[in-house]
């Protein structure tokens, strides 16, 4: 059972250390993290999810970007502590976060990772757009949260801000 709650201010350094232990040191220097810079996550997309005891047990983050102009989230990173891997946890915080921007009005979500595991979420291969390098084309995936979001959406990632 996990409880998952807006990311606040007070969980940050928390989170930080929950990615530092899930992904390769110099995770930071990941094209992705260009676009996140001194970019504030989207207030209320960003989850947190706690086991029975409060501990930290998976996380959530989404980004604003602009593609050729337009509007987007960009999705990442998303982590689950190893002792709850395997336990559906990274799904639950996917999907309730996909829910809870299709409330908010967000029409598109975009990532960079891999397309067996993201495509059960609908997430599919996004042509046309150029992700700050070095990025492999074929990891940048795409949903949309409102059909024909991505049509006609094409163009350089950059920072919304």
Not at 22 to 38: H, I, K, N, Q
Not at 89 to 103: D, K, M
Request: overall charge negative.
């Amino acid at each position: 059972m996990f409880t998952l709650t807006p990311e606040s201010s007070d969980d940050w350094w928390e989170v930080e250390a929950l990615y530092d232990l899930c992904f390769a040191p110099g995770r930071t220097a990941l094209s992705s993290y260009r676009l996140r810079d001194d970019v504030p996550p989207v207030a209320g997309l960003s989850h947190v999810a706690r086991d029975r005891q409060g501990i930290l047990a998976g996380a959530i983050r989404y980004w604003p970007v602009r593609v050729g102009g337009d509007e987007a989230l960009l999705l990442g990173p998303v982590a689950v502590h190893p002792t709850h891997q395997g336990e559906g946890l990274g799904g639950l915080l996917i999907n309730a976060s996909l829910r809870s921007a299709t409330e908010s009005g967000w029409q598109r979500v975009m990532l960079v990772g891999d397309a067996p595991y993201y495509s059960r979420f609908g997430f599919s291969r996004l042509s046309g757009v150029d992700m700050p390098p070095p990025t492999n084309p074929d990891r940048i995936l795409a949903l949309e949260l409102v059909e024909g979001a991505w049509t006609g959406v094409k163009g350089p990632v950059t920072r919304a801000i």
